[in-house]
């Protein structure tokens, strides 16, 4: 089985439910099968940058078409994991571990996976934040850091402080919740709830370079089907029998 360990990690990994819904693996990957993602890393001129000018947050979205542009042993090693991630076994099985996760008005919807690779570089902050609503759920896939010990931090809001919806908000208003830290080769996913907080080095820049593996499912409503399938089959070319929706 390809990628048996990630698989058999997500099967067995318990869920916290403090703050919000969690889990995490240490070991998400054979070392084999993490020796050869990180030696297959693209290069930064591969990477769409976000802030182009000062070039601090890297993606790449992960596509038949994104593959087709890398190099032909990193194409053969992202392949076979994007091939995976983006299956519809795949998020079902991270869905059957946030077995309370509904769409956001409670209405039948399906959910259309994404799959990004990034890399951050110093200067790149991630304030005090939840994802947009549209998120159901992400998993991160940490592959390679400077400074390892500085990963996701979760946060509780301070008593009588009130902070709902999208957006980012001010560090003072929480109190941050001691987690052990995601190492490289580890897996971190959570829910999206209304108090999923988190950050990256409580909000300040970042000195250090890091990659990692972002992979979320996104609600769409059932009338979205047809439309989202067409997307995906445009981004996916060639002979690809790939499921591209979970349906919930």
């Not at 890398?70 to 995976?84: E, G, M, P």
């Not at 996701?152 to 929480?174: H, I, M, N, Q």
């Not at 830290?181 to 820049?205: I, V």
Request: charged share 25%; net charge positive; proline share 7%.
């Amino acid at each position: 089985m390809q990628f048996a360990k990630l698989q058999h990690g997500l099967q067995s990994a318990q869920v916290a439910r403090e703050p919000f819904p969690h889990l995490a693996i240490d070991a998400a990957f054979s070392p084999v099968e993490y020796a050869s993602l990180i030696d297959e890393l693209p290069s930064c001129d591969r990477y769409y940058w976000i802030e182009k000018k000062k070039a601090r947050r890297g993606v790449i979205k992960l596509t038949p078409f994104a593959l087709w542009r890398l190099k032909l042993l990193q194409r053969s090693a992202w392949a076979r994991l994007t091939k995976l991630m983006l299956s519809e076994e795949f998020a079902k099985l991270v869905l059957s571990k946030f077995s309370d996760c509904r769409s956001p008005d409670g209405k039948p919807a399906i959910l259309a996976p994404r799959l990004r690779l990034i890399r951050d570089k110093p200067g790149y902050h991630l304030q005090v934040h939840t994802d947009r609503s549209e998120t159901a759920l992400s998993l991160l896939l940490y592959l390679r850091s400077e400074k390892p010990e500085l990963t996701t931090d979760f946060y509780k809001l301070r008593e009588g402080v009130d902070a709902k919806g999208d957006g980012s908000w001010p560090v003072e208003f929480f109190e941050k919740i001691p987690m052990p830290a995601c190492g490289p080769g580890s897996c971190l996913s959570f829910q999206r709830t209304e108090t999923s907080f988190h950050a990256l080095n409580d909000g300040k820049p970042i000195n250090f370079e890091r990659d990692l593996l972002i992979y979320t499912l996104q609600w769409r409503a059932p009338t979205e089907r047809s439309s989202v399938v067409r997307r995906f089959q445009r981004s996916y070319m060639g002979n690809y029998d790939w499921p591209l929706v979970a349906v919930r």
